[in-house]
């Protein structure tokens, strides 16, 4: 895979799939996420009364998974900040300003991963550092595992969702406008979504 590829639809094949947990030794293996069936997305409160949501469009990301022992399973992704698209290009020029996400001097947000946990079912937590503007703090997602196939193209694929919610300030994103009718046009909360199909290495 090139560096960043860009995304293009997020359907994935699932038919067949296999239910997840310890004690799968064929799942273990390397995995390189699949952008093209992939999506990392977020949303945000806005005015008070809505959400904004978007998503970055140019990512790679890399999986080890451990059938036998989930806690072993490792996972880095980085992000490229420019590729943002809140399908407003005034909005996203704005968002790669210093005001928030600074893309000139920080082109990249990346994930790496220090742990990882089996909560049981097809439920997992992946626990991790986040950086974002040049700051790293430590986050955690729960992911549910969707399955496994094979695809047309006989590539191996496992799926995952995951999600959390993180406050922007604790990385520098601190932008805000106050509203007449009170409150702050930007919400401090953000709700980032993972929808992972990776291929596992031949």
Do not use: C
Not at 53 to 67: I, N, P, S, T, V
Request: proline content about 3%; charged content about 25%; hydrophobic content about 35%.
């Amino acid at each position: 895979m090139s560096l960043f590829s860009r995304k293009t639809d997020s359907d994935t094949a699932t038919d067949g799939a296999t239910a997840a947990g310890p004690g799968l030794p064929h799942l273990t293996g390397d995995y390189t996420v699949d952008p093209t069936h992939s999506e990392v997305g977020f949303s945000v409160r806005h005015a008070m009364v809505t959400k904004v949501r978007g998503q970055f469009a140019e990512y790679e990301g890399a999986l080890h998974l451990d059938g036998s022992d989930p806690a072993k399973s490792t996972a880095e992704v980085r992000i490229k900040v420019a590729s943002i698209d809140t399908n407003q290009e005034q909005r996203d020029g704005h968002l790669r300003t210093g005001d928030f996400f600074d893309a000139e001097n920080h082109p990249e947000i990346t994930f790496r991963s220090t742990s990882a946990e089996y909560l049981g079912d097809d439920s997992y937590r992946l626990s991790g550092d986040l950086t974002i503007k040049g700051t790293s703090k430590p986050v955690s997602i729960d992911f549910i595992f969707n399955g496994t196939a094979t695809d047309p193209y006989g590539n191996q694929r496992v799926g995952f969702e995951g999600s959390t919610v993180i406050d922007r300030t604790d990385w520098g994103l601190s932008y805000n406008a106050a509203l007449e009718t009170g409150g702050v046009l930007i919400g401090e909360k953000v709700t980032l979504t993972f929808d992972i199909s990776a291929i596992k290495a031949a």
